[in-house]
């Protein structure tokens, strides 16, 4: 896949999971992170299992994988340099933040759906222009 491609699917996965369709977020990240190699790779697992982690969430169910999700997903992101990257990682970051929270108080006992913190959104960098690529096909199953 060329930079162009990477870039506009990757745009794709963040107006994805802006509009919380974190599966759909997921596939695309997904697709980037079979083509990757070392720390970045990792940091798009990382993007990849916060995205599950949500949609768990967004659904209401599986509270342990949610938990377990997010605790993976923190470690997996540890390792990047993200300050290159076309989103502003770091605010992400501070929006996930209660999200941890959030998943520590479930693993404790809380419900999963009672209490969520805001929805965390993806800003760009400032210069990026996002250009997303366009819509999947629908599956036909």
């Not at 923190?74 to 970051?93: N, T």
């Amino acid at each position: 896949m060329d930079p162009a491609e990477a870039d506009a699917l990757f745009d794709r996965a963040v107006t994805l999971w802006n509009a919380r369709d974190f599966h759909a977020a997921h596939e695309d990240w997904e697709t980037l992170w079979n083509e990757e190699e070392g720390a970045r790779r990792d940091w798009l697992q990382g993007l990849i299992q916060y995205a599950a982690a949500l949609f768990h969430a967004d659904r209401g169910f599986h509270a342990s994988g949610f938990v377990k999700l997010m605790r993976s997903a923190r470690a997996r992101v540890a390792e990047h340099d993200a300050s290159g990257e076309r989103i502003r990682f770091d605010l992400l970051a501070r929006d996930l933040e209660p999200w941890h929270q959030h998943a520590a108080a479930v693993e404790a006992g809380a419900d999963l759906v009672r209490a969520q913190p805001p929805w965390p959104q993806i800003r760009w960098r400032e210069g990026v222009v996002p250009a997303p690529a366009p819509p999947a096909p629908e599956d036909e199953d």
